[in-house]
């Protein structure tokens, strides 16, 4: 079954950190950008990260900027977000997708071939 994964999330003070994963199952993620996303109560969904599949260079939201490093472990299979000093509007659901581009412009607008389930974050004290 052709799937992501996500895992990692939960309840964490403001100032925490968390390491976020997205392990795929049934295809290779060596030759797809992959996409961080998140989505609040009430609010629509914004892009938060992209690491592409040309060079693993990076883009972030300027909200996280600073803050937020996606990486890729190809021998596992996985993209990791690594979320350092959260604050409360860090909050939502994050979610990774996989598309088949080669660079990360555009990748907030752009169509994904696989997306996950999502996994909750809440940032609260």
């Known amino acids: 079954q052709l799937q992501l994964v996500e895992s990692g999330g939960g309840l964490v003070q403001p100032g925490g950190s968390l390491r976020l994963s997205c392990a795929a199952s049934?295809?290779?993620?060596?030759?797809?950008?992959i996409g961080w996303f998140r989505q609040a109560p009430g609010k629509e969904r914004e892009g938060v990260s992209c690491?592409?599949?040309?060079?693993?260079?990076?883009v972030y939201a300027d909200s996280v900027k600073g803050r937020f490093t996606i990486a890729r472990d190809n021998a596992k299979n996985t993209v990791y977000l690594q979320m350092n000093s959260l604050k409360p509007e860090d909050t939502g659901v994050y979610l990774c997708?996989?598309?088949?581009?080669?660079?990360?412009?555009?990748?907030?607008?752009?169509?994904?071939?696989?997306w996950g389930q999502g996994t909750p974050v809440t940032v609260s004290s």
């Open positions: 690491i592409s599949s040309e060079d693993d260079s990076t």
């Open positions: 049934g295809f290779t993620l060596d030759y797809y950008a």
């Open positions: 997708a996989a598309g088949q581009y080669s660079d990360c412009s555009g990748y907030r607008d752009m169509g994904y071939d696989y």
